[in-house]
């Protein structure tokens, strides 16, 4: 059986920036995803956690992924991605977002996002 699961807005502070300043004051991001999931029907008819993917870590990788601070929004989308991917392998699919609020553009702009998508072969 397949399941998706999706989170569909997690805020993190966190230290990402091309400038210096970004990295040293921090910034909100928001995280988005959302996972197809290869489930084990016995143990999802069974009411047992081993049978899907446990979020709780799902979010402690992503917190983990998000406190090594990168440059690019690209580069951090691109980290978090691969990492669910490898230490989740009842992952298929993933689509990932991360979103930097109140960017330094010298405009006003909500945030700006990064979306990558993640198969396994």
Sequence with gaps: MKAQIVLPSMRIYARHGVYD??????AWFRVSL????ECNDRLIEADLLEGTVDYGQ?????RECMS???????????????????RFPSILHL?????KENPPLGVVCD???V???????
């Design 21 to 26: 300043q970004e990295r040293a004051v921090g």
């Design 34 to 37: 959302s996972a197809t999931v």
């Design 58 to 62: 799902v979010v402690g990788c992503i």
């Design 68 to 86: 090594m601070p990168s440059r690019l929004l690209e580069h951090l989308v691109l980290v978090v991605g691969r990492t669910l991917m490898d």
């Design 95 to 99: 689509e990932l977002s991360i979103a």
């Design 111 to 113: 945030e700006i996002a």
């Design 115 to 121: 979306k990558m998508a993640f198969f396994r072969q």
